[in-house]
């Protein structure tokens, strides 16, 4: 009988603290889901749970569940929503027990329970972030980097706390920035120093630059703005490099029940290079990412990504659109330039050094050069000029073979090409003839004269052959064997009779790769600058 009297008071004291509000409220909850296009699918914590502009979906109840909208055609976004709403039904059974079965352990502990909530029962995901996919005449675009400012071995960030509001996330971030704002106001008036706001732990340390930019990049080769038809002879003249430049993360921390989500702003800028570097354009970088269920500390890779994907997009599809026009290869447009015809030629390989010259930068560098004509033009090429923006070229001297050094003035060149002449006040002894007409056939021994990898190596000759005559974006180029470093760039390539063939232009990279080498052809160069003698 003691027994029997044991397990009633056992369940009844098991009845009290559970009642009918936590044993009969399920632990999932059917919500109605909205969507703008009949094939987006929408995933939750990374499974599938609907599909179509319209339908229904069981969600767990437990915490805030992130929510993925993927759309054919648009960027994919996150959300995260979160059991907000006191349930009727908890709400009801609640009542029952606190009444009939006097429930006055059970409901308490009820309300503190992630059953007495639910999510809004009708929830419509937008999709703002169409797809910018490249364009049969647009060029191409590759990431060159993205950076991050560093102030004292961390990245420039402000923590945002904030308090979950039904009314949405935007409600919730302008709380929590007032907030921050009042802080320090206080703190200024008590004399503090406005102090920065770090994200928990060390951001620096949990951001992972090469992980962002993969993303990025799978994103232009899924959008066709990356060349795939050639691992070496790609269209660098046609392609477009952007930079991404944060200087400020600001993380809002959202506080929930049960748990707590993320959102990222990004500050800071675009930039968008040609092919020599040089500056075409920039944007603010100012957008939101989505936002992410998460309890890690420090910043968030995949935010960051998001928020760098979509400000991209849009630049891509708004003000970057007249910088991707595919421009046709032209010669120069200016007046023909009628130069003097040299008098005195180079005729062999030891009278190359009296035409050759380094060309110097002044904010540091160096390149080839030589001469085309006795009183002072000289050939480089145009990457050896380049500045760090289109409408400002660098300052450049040239040293003479005598190490004498002498200011050079840009007088034209043709970055379609790679090519520029320079002039300067001195009389050559000698000069290489420029011809219009094409002066090599099948294999052909040829050197080149210039100052490989550093400026104390000038006039240093280097052996080759002419292999090949390649065609390509409307440009011809000439193959070349022979060993081509850093600093031969606008150096000649001649033969041992003095004739000028071509000059040096670049080499291929990579690790087993050796000796190939490229040349702009003479005839090329004439027509590329309108020359004439």
Not at 133 to 161: C, H, W, Y
Not at 415 to 439: G, P
Not at 510 to 521: D, K, R, S
């Amino acid at each position: 009988m003691r027994n029997v009297v044991s397990f009633f008071l056992v369940a009844l004291l098991l009845f009290q603290s559970t009642g009918c509000a936590l044993l009969f409220v399920p632990n999932q909850q059917k919500i109605s889901i909205t969507t703008e296009h009949e094939d987006a699918k929408v995933y939750a914590n990374q499974l599938k749970v609907a599909s179509g502009k319209k339908t229904k979906a069981k969600l767990y109840k437990g915490k805030p569940q992130e929510i993925v909208v993927q759309t054919p055609g648009y960027l994919d976004e996150s959300h995260v929503i979160v059991p907000d709403r006191f349930s009727y039904l908890f709400l009801g059974l609640g009542v029952f027990d606190l009444f009939f079965t006097f429930g006055l352990i059970s409901v308490p502990v009820g309300l503190l329970s992630w059953k007495a909530y639910n999510y809004d029962s009708k929830k419509h995901f937008r999709t703002h972030y169409e797809k910018e996919a490249r364009g049969e005449k647009q060029k191409f675009m590759q990431l060159a980097g993205v950076d991050f400012k560093i102030v004292k071995n961390n990245i420039p960030s402000t923590f945002v706390p904030c308090e979950h509001h039904k009314d949405g996330v935007r409600r919730a971030m302008k709380n929590g920035d007032d907030q921050l704002e009042k802080e320090i106001q206080r703190k200024s008036k008590r004399g503090i120093e406005a102090i920065e706001y770090f994200a928990p732990k060390s951001n620096y340390q949990s951001i992972d630059p090469d992980k962002i930019a993969r993303k990025i990049g799978r994103y232009l080769k899924d959008n066709q703005f990356v060349d795939t038809s050639s691992m070496f002879l790609q269209d660098r003249y046609n392609t477009v490099y952007s930079r991404a430049k944060i200087d400020h993360i600001k993380t809002y921390g959202f506080n929930a029940k049960n748990g707590s989500y993320k959102k990222v702003k990004l500050d800071g800028f675009w930039y968008f290079h040609n092919q020599y570097d040089e500056i075409v354009d920039s944007f603010p970088l100012r957008e939101y990412s989505g936002e992410r269920s998460t309890s890690s500390d420090g910043v968030d890779n995949k935010l960051v990504s998001d928020a760098l994907l979509y400000s991209l997009n849009e630049i891509i599809g708004d003000d970057l659109k007249e910088h991707l026009e595919i421009k046709e290869v032209d010669n120069f447009s200016g007046n023909p330039l009628k130069i003097q015809k040299p008098a005195r030629l180079v005729s062999s390989i030891n009278e190359s050094g009296i035409a050759c010259v380094t060309v110097k930068r002044k904010d540091g560098g160096h390149g080839s050069g030589f001469a085309i004509s006795n009183d002072g033009y000289i050939l480089t090429n145009f990457h050896v000029i380049a500045g760090k923006t289109i409408d400002k070229q660098a300052e450049v001297s040239v040293l003479l073979g005598d190490d004498k050094e002498l200011k050079a003035e840009i007088v034209r060149f043709n970055r379609a090409y790679d090519v520029a002449l320079l002039k300067v006040k001195h009389n050559f002894e000698k000069a290489f003839l420029l011809n219009k007409e094409k002066t090599y056939d099948g294999l052909t021994e040829i050197f080149t004269n210039g100052a490989p990898e550093s400026i104390e190596l000038g006039q240093t000759i280097t052996q080759g052959m002419i292999i090949k005559e390649r065609e390509q974006f409307g440009r011809t180029k000439i193959q070349l064997s022979m060993p081509v470093n850093s600093g031969n760039s606008g150096g000649p390539v001649f033969d041992e009779k003095g004739v000028l063939h071509g000059m040096i232009k670049s080499k291929l990279l990579g690790y087993t790769i050796e000796g190939i080498g490229f040349g702009i052809p003479a005839f090329e160069i004439y027509k590329s600058l309108n020359i004439q003698y």
